[in-house]
C-alpha cells in the first residue's frame, strides 16, 4: 500500500510516494470481473492461494498512491459495487487510506456509497508523535492534524485505526509511544469521533524498503499485552493479527 506517507516496513517494491495513477474504468471493469469469475468459478484459489487461506474475505481499494487521491475515486467505487452485485456478493468493500483527501467532494461521494454497501475504512495510524511519524512514515504531520483526518473520515464511512507496530534496531516502541498513542485513542472518543476499533498487527513479511535493516517483527506475548492495554484503557476492541 503506497501512500502520500508510508511506513517503512512496507513490502511494496519500488515504493512511491504521490497521487494514484489515473484509472482506466472500463479496463477495471473488465480485470474485476474476469478475476472473480477465476476466483469464484475457476481454479484461482487451487493455483495462487494456500490451503488455509483459500476464503475471499474482501474487496479492498489500496496503493500505488494513496487511493483517495484518485481524480476518479467515487467512479471507481461504483464500478466496483456495480461488479459486485453481478456476483451478488455480500462481502465488506473496503479502502486502506490515510484519510488526506478526505476534503474533496467525489471522494466523500464514494464514502459515502461505501457506507451504504456496508463498507468501512482501515486509516492508517502507526504513530502519534512528530518524531515517531517522521521516523515511520517519513513525513511531518502531527496529532492533530491525523486527528481531523479520521474525524472526516468516520464521519462518512465506518472506521479502524490500522496500526503496524515492530521493532526498531532490536528496540520495541518506547513506554512513551505507547502511551502517546493511547491518549490519542481516547482523544478521539472525548470528541465524540465514533470509531470502530483498532485493527493491530505486526511485521509478518520481510521488508522491500530502505529501512528494512532497522526492522524486526515483536513478540507475541509483547504484542498481546499491548493489545489489552489498548483495549482496557481505550474500551475499543482490538483485532490484533500476529
Not at 483459500?54 to 474487496?59: A, E, Q, S, T
Request: hydrophobic share 45%; glycine share 6%.
Amino acid at each position: 500500500n503506497a501512500c502520500n506517507w508510508h511506513c517503512a516496513y512496507c513490502q511494496v517494491p519500488d515504493l512511491q510516494r504521490g497521487v494514484a495513477p489515473e484509472i482506466d474504468l472500463v479496463l477495471l471493469r473488465s480485470e474485476l470481473l474476469e478475476l472473480l469469475d477465476d476466483i469464484l468459478n475457476g481454479d484461482f484459489m487451487l493455483r495462487r492461494v494456500s490451503e488455509d487461506s483459500r476464503k475471499l474475505c474482501d474487496i479492498a481499494i489500496s496503493g500505488n498512491g494513496e487511493p483517495t487521491s484518485c481524480s476518479a475515486f467515487d467512479a471507481v467505487v461504483e464500478v466496483i459495487i456495480d461488479v459486485m452485485s453481478i456476483y451478488d456478493l455480500a462481502l465488506p468493500l473496503r479502502l486502506i487510506s490515510n484519510g488526506s483527501y478526505v476534503h474533496r467532494q467525489h471522494v466523500q461521494r464514494g464514502l459515502k456509497l461505501m457506507a451504504e454497501q456496508h463498507g468501512e475504512v482501515w486509516i492508517k495510524g502507526e504513530a502519534v508523535s512528530d518524531a515517531a511519524i517522521r521516523r515511520m512514515n517519513g513525513v511531518s504531520l502531527d496529532a492533530a492534524r491525523l486527528c481531523r483526518q479520521v474525524e472526516a473520515v468516520a464521519a462518512l464511512c465506518p472506521t479502524w485505526i490500522q496500526t503496524c507496530l515492530m521493532a526498531w534496531d532490536d528496540q520495541p516502541p518506547a513506554e512513551q509511544e505507547i502511551q502517546d498513542y493511547i491518549e490519542f485513542l481516547k482523544q478521539l472518543g472525548s470528541d465524540g469521533i465514533a470509531v470502530r476499533g483498532v485493527l493491530l498487527y505486526g511485521l509478518a513479511r520481510p521488508s522491500l524498503q530502505d529501512e528494512a535493516k532497522h526492522l524486526k517483527a515483536l513478540d507475541g506475548d509483547w504484542m498481546r499485552a499491548v493489545a489489552a492495554k489498548v483495549e482496557e484503557a481505550t474500551g475499543l476492541q482490538v483485532k490484533l493479527s500476529l
